[in-house]
């Protein structure tokens, strides 16, 4: 079957550094999402990664290991409008999207 | 970038009511547009996936006489929630995707939160 596991929540601190991790099992694999998604909105994009490897942008940074089936997504000098649900999502054979639930990070000054 | 808007942003209507809600991709062509479903405090389900000019694809579960999904364009699909009744009050989002290039990134719309009284 298909699955997309990441942790429920996570608390930092502003300022720090957080990693969200992800590992996922699909049918085929072409490409692993990360979203934003603050309380009562719709998500937003964050990053794609397709190869291995880190894709830097800006404060955010997403790695990917296809071997591992395992991605995180970084977030450094974090900053109090961080606190929002990441959801990772994995791309499957048939570009269908498989979402995880998502992981509600909470920033705390 | 690419704009996806969604009408209306909410809507409160009584039970056995039907409720439409269009999806607009402002900007771009949207060969592939989803719906999705989203209850508090959990993930997106996805409903359906529809391509312009052919039926949708509901997922498993999800009813398709009930969620009538039209994409009669390449930058227009709604979803007709028919006789609504309150387990239906959700918060639903669309997202569309274009055809070509090698990203398959979805463009989300901001969301319709529907309330069945």
């Known amino acids: 079957g298909q699955n997309i596991d990441q942790p429920t929540e996570m608390t930092a601190t502003e300022g720090a550094i957080v990693q969200i991790n992800c590992t996922y099992q699909?049918?085929?694999?072409?490409?692993l999402f990360w979203y934003q998604q603050h309380a009562g909105e719709a998500p937003t994009f964050l990053s794609y990664?397709?190869l291995d490897g880190l894709e830097e942008k800006g404060r955010f940074s997403s790695f990917l290991s296809r071997s591992k089936g395992y991605s995180y997504l970084l977030l450094k000098e974090l900053q109090m409008k961080d606190s929002a649900s990441y959801l990772c999502?994995?791309?499957?054979?048939?570009?269908?999207?498989?979402w995880g639930a998502g992981t509600k990070l909470i920033i705390k000054p | 970038g690419a704009v996806v808007s969604q009408h209306p942003s909410w809507v409160i209507c009584k039970s056995g009511t039907s409720v439409k809600i269009e999806c607009r991709s402002l900007?771009?062509?949207?060969?592939?547009m989803f719906w999705y479903r989203q209850f508090p405090k959990q993930s997106l389900m996805l409903m359906a996936t529809?391509?312009?000019?052919?039926?949708?694809?509901?997922e498993q579960g999800v009813e398709k006489d009930k969620f009538l999904i039209n994409h009669a364009s390449l930058t227009l699909s709604t979803l007709t929630v028919t006789s609504a009744h309150p387990e239906d009050s959700s918060f639903y989002i669309c997202?569309?995707?274009?055809?070509?290039?090698?990203?398959?990134?979805?463009?989300f719309g901001p969301g319709t939160r529907l309330t069945v009284t």
């Open positions: 997202s569309a995707r274009g055809g070509s290039g090698d990203s398959y990134e979805q463009y």
């Open positions: 529809s391509n312009e000019g052919s039926k949708a694809t509901y």
């Open positions: 999502a994995g791309m499957d054979s048939n570009y269908q999207l498989i």
């Open positions: 699909t049918s085929g694999f072409n490409g």
């Open positions: 900007d771009f062509q949207a060969t592939t």
């Open positions: 990664n397709v």
